[in-house]
């Protein structure tokens, strides 16, 4: 059974047109990360939480923002979106039994 | 700033054969090293990870080898199988903040 489950699978929003990501996790785990992936890329961290404290990556626009209102669910939310956020965004938290983390299967979003 | 890079961004193989995959990583106080595949359209899979006070461990198929001297990481999979083709991370987790950072990635083709 998936650990870490992202909705939708695909999205495709108007350039300027705010859209939200979902992510949830099953493992009752107190972290939880959101990467951006774009083509040929690899990951990159936006920001995460441990437990209802938000760390922001320095680098991550502040276009994007983040909720997460209990321990299981996270969002992330793009304000107005550009062409440059089309990209793969993939939730993560801590894994069990290995030092990595588990990801879930990502929500490859598309601005036109 | 610190980050993780691998040698080669695509490698072919005959099924069958052994496959290489390396990394080398610039920042010698990270704690932990993280093997991940990742197929078309999905999110990242935990292949193997080893821990800086090893220089080797083994799984099923999949030996990582850890060089700190050297600062480089490698992944050896054993017959190799078309199964195996995706694109493969290096990550290491920093060990301030327990971040995991990705390196570019190498794509690996298995040829039946």
């Known amino acids: 059974d998936a650990m870490v489950i992202q909705n939708p699978r695909y999205q495709v929003t108007q350039f300027g047109k705010p859209v939200t990501l979902s992510c949830s996790q099953t493992?009752?785990?107190?972290?939880m990360y959101w990467y951006q992936q774009k083509s040929s890329q690899a990951p990159k961290l936006l920001f995460h939480?441990?437990?209802?404290?938000?760390?922001n990556e320095a680098d991550t626009p502040d276009n994007f923002q983040s909720r997460r209102p209990n321990t299981s669910f996270c969002f992330l939310d793009i304000r107005s979106p550009g062409l440059g956020d089309t990209a793969m965004y993939l939730c993560?938290?801590?894994?069990?039994?290995?030092?990595?983390?588990?990801f879930g299967s990502g929500t490859r979003l598309t601005v036109v | 700033g610190e980050s993780v890079g691998l040698h080669l961004p695509t490698l072919s193989v005959q099924e069958g054969d052994n496959s290489i995959i390396n990394c080398a990583y610039s920042?010698?106080?990270?704690?932990?090293f993280i093997w991940y595949k990742q197929e078309s359209g999905k999110g990242p899979q935990f292949i193997i990870d080893?821990?800086?006070?090893?220089d080797k461990r083994q799984g099923q198929r999949v030996t990582v080898l850890l060089n700190k001297t050297v600062k480089h990481l490698s992944l050896q999979i054993a017959a190799t199988q078309p199964g195996d083709s995706a694109v493969y991370f290096c990550?290491?987790?920093?060990?301030?903040?327990?971040?995991?950072?990705f390196g570019q990635g190498t794509e690996l083709s298995v040829k039946p």
């Open positions: 993560a938290t801590s894994s069990t039994g290995s030092y990595g983390y588990t």
């Open positions: 493992l009752n785990h107190n972290v």
């Open positions: 939480y441990y437990d209802k404290d938000f760390n």
């Open positions: 920042n010698s106080a990270s704690d932990y």
């Open positions: 080893i821990r800086s006070n090893m």
């Open positions: 990550a290491e987790k920093d060990n301030q903040g327990g971040k995991l950072i």
